[in-house]
Nanobody, 119 residues
Framework: QVQLVESGGGLVQAGDSLRLSCAASGRTFSIYAMAWFRQAPGKEREFVSTMLRNGGSATYADSVKGRFTISNDNAKNTMYLQMNSLKPEDTAVYYC????????????WGQGTQVTVSS
């Protein structure tokens, strides 16, 4: 099993920056890829960004490309999402997720952290 805990959310103004963290514990050696998703009120959960645990193949949703940067520190078993130039439409609960080797989907999820961007 893998446990994921997000932190770093908060209330900011449009144009500000935030850095989210996702700390992984447990069988972290089993993780192949990690990702960030978000869910705004009344909307479906949507993909934000993903990367391989070895640091490669970072991809982003079009809505955040150029503003958000995903990274990780394997020594700390922590993944980050640096969010710059935040917009009110970025308001959502942000979740981190982990996909094990051999799995076709993200099997492990954190509890989420709220990001609110005021205009």
């Amino acid at each position: 099993q893998v446990q994921l805990v997000e932190s770093g959310g908060g209330l900011v103004q449009a144009g500000d920056s935030l850095r989210l963290s996702c700390a992984a514990s447990g069988r972290t050696f089993s993780i192949y890829a990690m990702a960030w998703f978000r869910q705004a009120p009344g909307k479906e959960r949507e993909f934000v960004s993903t990367m391989l645990r070895n640091g490669g193949s970072a991809t982003y949703a079009d809505s955040v490309k150029g503003r958000f940067t995903i990274s990780n520190d394997n020594a700390k078993n922590t993944m980050y999402l640096q969010m710059n130039s935040l917009k009110p439409e970025d308001t959502a609960v942000y979740y981190c997720a982990a996909r094990p080797f051999g799995a076709s989907k993200y099997d492990y999820w954190g509890q989420g952290t709220q990001v609110t961007v005021s205009s």
